[in-house]
């Protein structure tokens, strides 16, 4: 039996297990759709390289882990070391997520715009079920992505934000998840909700961070709906262990003169897989996607994307951008899709890559499918090294190596970097990345 | 300060370098001009330390110590300053940022205590207002974007800031109009003292009006073919390179 085989049976066996703990007082949709799910999995399992959106990413080392649930009791964690975590920014709202479940006892729910509040699906699946009816997986389907299908299966909290209509949140709401790491082998499957009804406005940072080096898998799955003229600004920051598994689906619907923007910031985890699908389903929608990956050793940083022009006057941007060092291996596959309808419509794409060592390698694959032909589209890729004038330039200034290209790194990744919904994330992060890059240069100097 | 004994060098597999000796001492600025492809960037270059460029025989001593040895950045902190012939733009560094770094690595190494950021600001203000530089360059990223003679005032505002003791000027007349070379030179003179010590490259005689030399030597082929005063430069003005390489050449 192959590894994948094997690793679907396991996941099934305890989906039986969860079932009848977890989720016997939900209602008949919900369970029927963890039930949906379940066979979906079984049907499909865990996805191969034969298929073509996996060709790139070899899921057996996830697979040959048999990971567990978390225990039942919750992982002791203090607030002193969730705060150590935090960025100065982060001092807004914080809802903390431990091994995928709410602790409001470590969150500082700073309420938001008058009642309004970061929820914890657990606890709306226990009170107020009817809320999450029609928007818990409505867009995230667990046929079409298997690791969809695995976190649906399993579906238990995450957080989730309802704006009502017209209501603009000022300051950013931070959703942290802490993998605890208090047993190793674990994983979870956080869940992410957010609905922007018509004319809000919000910002919402996900941070996934480990409390310790051992080794975990989180299996995240996001659905965002951003009704017509609202606005939705994510911020998506990746700094896990390098020893553990991130499989991330983000789906996102962009309606009617709506904007959406993410930034996809990937500076941990040791195999990260991330999804984005993104559907501009009404005339005038507009996305802005930005990514920035940072990686070395031996860490392996997927990112996927796929816009769908569904109706005219569309605009989207992606921007993506990968450090790679030591034995790094990174994957960028963007696919932006002009539907038939989509006239005037405007998309552009960009990969720009660095190699930082010879052992890193990236494979970089826009895509342009374009069924209608009034529109502007444009896509590109490139690949190099640093480039060694400047780095000749800067020694020559009496600058160390090592520092000369940390900061032409920091150069490349500013765009990126300054395009965040706050000067003080900006930093907060650029200052990360300097760190990252201590790491790879330590790395580069040890052969 | 500065001795080179029949210094070889080679770029790209190509032996370039077939011999030189110089000796440069403290106060001294030393203008070397030549053909195109005669060495002189060569010459800079293997000062600066640029990889790619390699010493194939030969030594360089500076202020009695081997040169060649020292990584490029070993030599800045020594006090060795190129001013590139072509200075590199380097997208999202703003140039302050750049200087600051620049500045208080050399700092470190001669054991000076690193400048903050008020003092920087105070210093770096002033010295721009010396090359005639607007301080929005400041702000922007390094040489992004910058005219030709906007990167030049650059590499003589940095020049200003680190306070060699050997500046090497390469070709850094090409490409200025007559208003901007005059304000280079006037920052390149400013920075002439009885400690410091400059090399000259050039490939015309025109800088040498403004930046007025003690030696001139011509280099053709690798070798130093002539040396002299400066009015050396005024001959080679007049009867060109072939004169003294016995070719044609411009």
Redo the contacts between chains.
Sequence with gaps: MSALDAARDHFLERTGAFAASAGRQDPEWLRSLRAQAVANFAENGLPSTRLEEWRYTNVTPLAQVLFELPDAAPAQVTREEVEALSFPVFACSVFVFVDGRFRPELSSPRALSGSLRVESIAELRATAPERLAGRLGRHADPKQHAFVALGSAFLDDGACLFVPRGTRVEQPVHVVQLASGVAPDRVCHPRLLVVAEPGSHVTLIQDFVSLSGARGFTNAVAEVTVEQDAAVELVLLQRENTASFHVSNLEVRVGRDARFAAHTLTFGGGFVRNDLNAVLEDEGASLRLAGLTVAGGEQRIDNHSVVDHALPRGESQQRYKCVLGGKSRGVFRGRVIVRPDAQKTRAEQSSANILLSEGAEIDAKPQLEIWADDVKCSHGATIGRL????L??????????A??RE??V??????VLASLPSPALSEGLAEMLREQMRGAGAEEAAP | MLKLSNLHASAGGARILKGIDLVVRAGEVHAVMGPNGSGKSTLANVLAGRPGVEVTQGRVEFEGKDLISLSPEDRARAGIFLAFQYPVEIPGVANSYFLKTSLNAVRRARGESELDAMDFLALVREKAKRVEMDEKFLQRAVNEGFSGGEKKRNEILQMAILEPRLAILDETDSGLDIDALRVVAGGVNALRSPERAMIVITHYQRLLDYIVPDFVHVIADGRIVRSGGKELALELEEKGYGWLTGGAAA
């Design positions: 480039d060694e004038n400047a000749f330039y800067l020694r020559a200034r009496g600058i160390g190596e520092k000369a900061l032409l920091q150069g490349f990744a500013s765009e």
